[in-house]
């Protein structure tokens, strides 16, 4: 089992910066695809970013390229995305998730752990 603890969210005035943390333990995340979403009041979980399990791909939604940067430091076994130029809009609570061994980062149905979530309000 993979345990995700998600850390930095908070109250960010529009045009700000975040970074938030997602700290696994449990089992390396070295070998797993991992990826950050977000849910907003009345909204559908979405996808916000993903990174492949060898670091070498990111994706993004088109709402958050140009704004937001994933990266991960396996040897902490952490994974983060840097917010920036933050909008109203982006207010939500954002999971962490981690595929199982090897899983591809593309795909949603691949992320078999989840974080609690943390809270991103951002005030305009």
């Known amino acids: 089992q993979v345990q995700l603890v998600e850390s930095g969210g908070g109250l960010v005035q529009a045009g700000g910066s975040l970074r938030l943390s997602c700290t696994a333990s449990?089992?390396?995340?070295?070998?797993?695809?991992m990826a950050w979403f977000r849910q907003a009041p009345g909204k559908e979980r979405e996808f916000v970013a993903s990174?492949?399990?060898?670091?070498?791909?990111?994706y993004y939604a088109d709402s958050a390229k140009d704004r937001f940067s994933i990266s991960r430091e396996d040897d902490k076994n952490t994974v983060y995305l840097q917010m920036n130029s933050l909008k109203a809009e982006d207010t939500a609570v954002y999971y962490c998730?981690?595929?199982?061994?090897?899983?591809?980062?593309?795909?949603?149905?691949?992320?078999?752990?989840w974080g609690q979530g943390t809270q991103v309000t951002v005030s305009s």
């Open positions: 998730a981690a595929t199982r061994n090897f899983g591809a980062a593309t795909s949603r149905n691949n992320y078999a752990y």
């Open positions: 449990g089992r390396t995340i070295s070998s797993r695809s």
């Open positions: 990174i492949s399990w060898s670091g070498g791909s990111t």
